[in-house]
């Protein structure tokens, strides 16, 4: 499962982040790509929802939630693939927060989609990242 990865770093905490990041009703807002995203329940490994992109609406699952520190979204975006999206936040050196968010994709034709898609995807990382972190840092008075 080929991935890559992006991260971009800001002086909002860890916490400010994660409660942004974890407050899914707030994603349109800092993200350029997400129209909305619902979930069937709580921020929590095993939950489902659905999530409206220029793209298109997608079924989504977070298949894996470590609260205050990274979670991992995953969905099909195109047949016989499963894209994950692996996000962190984690205290940095000097005192800032570092913001990561990578993509891997796997299922039978994984590694083919991935091998022409992930870097292109993952590009477009650090822009959403920015309005993460422009959002936290606003949310403690940073701005």
Do not use: Y
Not at 4 to 30: G, I, L, M
């Amino acid at each position: 499962m080929a991935g890559q990865e992006r991260s971009v770093e800001t002086n909002a905490s860890p916490q400010a982040v994660w409660r942004v990041w974890s407050d899914t009703s707030t994603w349109p807002e800092w993200n350029p790509d997400v129209q909305s995203i619902t979930l069937d329940g709580p921020f929590a490994a095993g939950t489902s929802g659905t999530m409206k992109t220029k793209q298109g609406t997608r079924q989504v699952q977070l298949t894996e939630v470590v609260p205050g520190r990274s979670f991992r979204l995953e969905t099909t975006v195109i047949p016989l693939t499963r894209f994950a999206f692996e996000c962190r936040v984690a205290a940095g050196p000097a005192g800032n927060t570092i913001i990561s968010q990578g993509i891997r994709v796997g299922g039978p034709l994984g590694g083919l989609v991935g091998g022409m898609m992930s870097r292109q995807i993952a590009d477009t990382f650090p822009r959403l990242l920015q309005g993460l972190a422009r959002k936290a840092e606003a949310g403690e008075g940073r701005s």
